[in-house]
């Protein structure tokens, strides 16, 4: 009986911890998490587009850590530069070429987004950043997907307004 | 004796258990893995700078997954990573000074540096490349118990500074 006990325990061991091991996903596990980090991307671009920042800053976590013109900056300073962001630009379009995304546990996934971003400033100038890309690291926060970093890199054209 | 076997059974389950609760982390375990990563990444620039390309690559993951994002916008592959950290015939001297630097434990597992710096390079031709402010963000994954960059992305823009001119 007592051996019985034991054995039954061992069960509850290792039956117990087995979905800790949550590195191990299968693909249709992937497939899904891929699926959900590139709908919060699209949503935070459709967002940027509509210059909604305070729409496309709920999918960022008050933590982050994000590198803009080759700086290190902090969540306020991000967002900061989106409350500002309606004050210069009059219209912003993104067009992806390319998004790749990479699952590395059940929590946590990066993606490498490639397009082009172009601005049509209130003074009238153009400015086109092509290529622009984003690497984005996400992290599950209770149900949601948050970005926890992020790098945005690229070299803006400036096209002054009343010129070809 | 029951009741005995079943407790001690129940606390190797919760024992047992754990340890796999790898994300709640202690300072301690987060300041030990800041300590190994910023070695990491102190090495792997070292290393590229004295233009020992098979001790730099060493510390980049060995995958399909791997991924170089660099300033003009092109994209590595581990296999290009290797062929470019290999072609240097036109370098007589690299640097990359590191302004400031912040490093993220993610997990137990997975590390974000990222680094402001000046990037400067004299070619063989007399022609020097600088690019100042220059970032770059390295992720780390700890693999068989090595930390590896499995993601790097670059910013800055390229300055030519023509042989004779200033």
């Known amino acids: ?164 | 004796m029951k009741r005995n076997t079943f407790v001690a059974a129940l606390l190797l389950f919760i024992v047992g258990c754990t340890p796999q609760q790898s994300d709640q982390l202690t300072q301690q375990q987060k300041d030990q893995i800041k300590k190994e990563v910023k070695a990491a990444a102190d090495s792997m620039m070292a290393k590229f700078e004295r233009f020992d390309a098979d001790g730099s690559i060493e510390y980049y993951w060995d995958s399909p997954d791997f991924t170089k994002l660099n300033v003009d916008g092109s994209q590595n592959d581990f296999q290009t990573q290797k062929k470019s950290m290999n072609n240097v015939k036109w370098l007589t001297a690299v640097k990359v000074p590191t302004v400031s630097e912040k490093i993220t434990v993610v997990t137990k597992d997975v590390a974000i540096c990222v680094r402001e710096a000046k990037l400067e390079m004299s070619l063989k031709s007399g022609d020097r490349l600088t690019c100042d402010p220059f970032a770059y963000t390295l992720v780390f994954k700890n693999i068989g118990g090595q930390w590896k960059v499995i993601l790097s992305h670059e910013s800055g823009i390229i300055n030519t500074e023509k042989a004779g001119k200033k």
């Open chain 1, 1 to 164: 009986m007592k051996r019985n006990i034991f054995v039954a325990a061992l069960l509850i061991f290792f039956v117990g911890c087995s979905p800790q091991q949550s590195d191990q996903l299968n693909q249709q596990q992937k497939d899904q998490i891929t699926n959900e980090v590139k709908a919060v991307v699209d949503s935070a671009l459709a967002r940027m587009q509509r210059l909604d920042g305070d729409g496309a800053l709920q999918y960022y976590s008050p933590e982050m850590v994000a590198v803009g013109d080759s700086s290190i900056i902090d969540f306020q300073a991000y967002k900061k530069g989106w409350t500002d962001l309606p004050k210069s630009v009059a219209t912003m379009k993104w067009t992806t070429t390319q998004c790749q995304c990479m699952v590395l546990t059940k929590d946590l996934a990066y993606s490498s987004l490639f397009g082009k971003a172009e601005m049509l400033m209130k003074s009238g100038d153009k400015i086109t950043v092509d290529p622009q890309i984003y690497t984005s690291i996400f992290k599950r926060v209770g149900n949601q997907w948050k970005i926890i970093y992020e790098h945005g890199s690229g070299v803006p054209v400036i096209q002054k307004a009343g010129k070809k």
